[in-house]
Structures are given as structure tokens and as C-alpha cells.
């Protein structure tokens, strides 16, 4: 039966319309909510970086200018490692406690390390493996370049997990240890202790 110039039909065709765009919306949040819980489960996800490279690179974006320009990293022995240049060079591949080339991969900068700012003590980072104080350098700026507050951190569930290389800093000191670094060299060049300077 018809009313006012509505066919029979039209209330029928209004359900299955609506059931149709509700079909459609319904599978569109579906798949928002797989993407989102998708988001949740991410194994890893890389949400800051830091750089330190031979070349001058100190930040991802420089690195990733020298890798697609195809820039030679390959420079003079730097100049601030209180190395003796004019002695260091010699020919000679059999020469004891010399160089046979004249340059190779250096990072610049990496005798520069504020201690202050990470509450070291200028004579324990005197100790201190260089490597040591790399990482917590380049922590402090890739947390920076997340954008999140190094500090906030502090107190948070957070893991700090760090692959190292060997290093052979502490052994090259065991015959002359100066006497005022005596009690640090052992932490300051075992690679165990690198995780912990971070989470400390």
C-alpha cells in the first residue's frame, strides 16, 4: 500500500542502501584497525639517528650527501690526536710503531668531548676509550634528532642495547698508565661498560 507518493519499494531500497554503506564503512575500519594495531606491533622502528664518519659526516643527513655523491672520505692524519706527524710516517711496511701511508678514514672532532655535559670528570674521560665517548655523543644527538628530551628518559622501561667494537685502547696504556688515570682505565675501556654509561 502507497502513501503520500512513496511506493512500496522506496523504504526497502533505503535499508539496503544504508546496509550497503554500512558494509563498506565497516571494512574500512577494519582495515584501519589492522593498520593500527599493525603500528603497535612494529618489531623496530627507528625514530632517531646520529652520525659519526670519516669525510667531516657528524649527522645522517651529511652522510647520506656523501654516499650518494660518492665523496672520498679518505683525508690527512688529523692534527688533534697528539700524534708526533712529522715521526709517524715511514716508508718502510716493516718499520716498528710507523705508518707506510699518509692517510686514511679519521673522524674529525673525536679528541672534542664535553665532559661536563655528561657528568665526567675531565681526568675519567681522559680515560675514557674513545668509542665510549662517541656513543654518548652521537645518543645525546640522535635523541635530539627524535625530537625527545634526553633527560625525559630518565626512569622509563627503556632498553639500551650496544654493539661495540673490541678495542685494544686500555692494553696499548698497561706498560705506562699514567698514575692520576690508574682506577678509571679498566671502565674506561671495557666494552661492557658502554651500555652503562648510556642507561646511567
Do not use: C
Not at 20 to 34: F, G, I
Amino acid at each position: 500500500m502507497a502513501e503520500r507518493g512513496v511506493s512500496a519499494g522506496e523504504p526497502a531500497a533505503r535499508v539496503v542502501d544504508a546496509l550497503r554503506a554500512s558494509l563498506v564503512e565497516n571494512k574500512r575500519l577494519r582495515q584501519e584497525n589492522e593498520r593500527l594495531a599493525g603500528v603497535r606491533s612494529e618489531p623496530i622502528a627507528v625514530v632517531g639517528m646520529a652520525a659519526r664518519f670519516p669525510g667531516g659526516v657528524t649527522s645522517p643527513e651529511e652522510l647520506w650527501d656523501l654516499v650518494a655523491g660518492g665523496v672520498d672520505a679518505v683525508g690527512d692524519f688529523p692534527t688533534d690526536r697528539g700524534w708526533n706527524l712529522d715521526d709517524l710516517f715511514d716508508p718502510d711496511p716493516e718499520a716498528v710503531g710507523r705508518s707506510y701511508v699518509q692517510q686514511g678514514g679519521f673522524l674529525s672532532g673525536a679528541a672534542d668531548f664535553d665532559a661536563e655535559l655528561f657528568g665526567i670528570s675531565p681526568r675519567e674521560a681522559g680515560a675514557m676509550d674513545p668509542q665510549q665517548r662517541l656513543l654518548l655523543e652521537t645518543t645525546w644527538e640522535l635523541f635530539e634528532h627524535a625530537g625527545i628530551p634526553a633527560p625525559a628518559m630518565r626512569g622509563t622501561p627503556t632498553g639500551v642495547f650496544v654493539g661495540v667494537m673490541y678495542s685494544d685502547y686500555g692494553g696499548r696504556l698497561v706498560r705506562r698508565i699514567p698514575p692520576e688515570v690508574e682506577g678509571l682505565i679498566g671502565t674506561g675501556s671495557a666494552g661492557s661498560v658502554a651500555s652503562g654509561r648510556l642507561a646511567y
